[in-house]
Nanobody
């Protein structure tokens, strides 16, 4: 199983970025997927999670209305569209998959502690 993120970089406050995650060794459509981030000196937090078959989506309060998680099942990929970026959005962003039975609250809220798969992360820096 491999998850590979791309799309990070340096962006000015107010700007936009789209992160991509492509999976191999698993069919993302069958999994609950999400994006986590780790800011310097802080713990990892779930920012956006999407349930199997897209029946439920979760966003952290800090990104609601600005970030959108989406999938491209044909290409076994998941995306994170980030708009109106703020300096506090700076961090390493990770693509994560967990079994499809896991709820988005359990995944993003970190109450789930079972098998999971993580990418290596992509750095996002929001700075002028």
């Amino acid at each position: 199983v491999q998850l590979v993120e791309s799309g990070g970089g340096l962006v000015q406050p107010g700007g936009s970025l789209t992160l991509s995650c492509t999976a191999s060794g698993l069919t993302l459509e069958d999994y609950t997927v999400g994006w986590f981030r780790q800011a310097p000196g802080k713990e990892r937090e779930g920012v956006a999670c999407d349930s199997q078959r897209r029946s439920r989506t979760y966003y952290a309060d800090s990104v609601k209305g600005r970030f959108t998680i989406s999938r491209d099942n044909a290409n076994n990929s998941v995306f994170l569209q980030m708009n109106t970026l703020k300096p506090e959005d700076t961090g390493v962003y990770y693509c994560v998959s967990v079994p499809g039975i896991v709820t988005v609250q359990g995944m993003c809220g970190r109450t789930y502690s079972g098998p999971d798969a993580w990418g290596k992360g992509t750095m996002v820096t929001v700075s002028s």
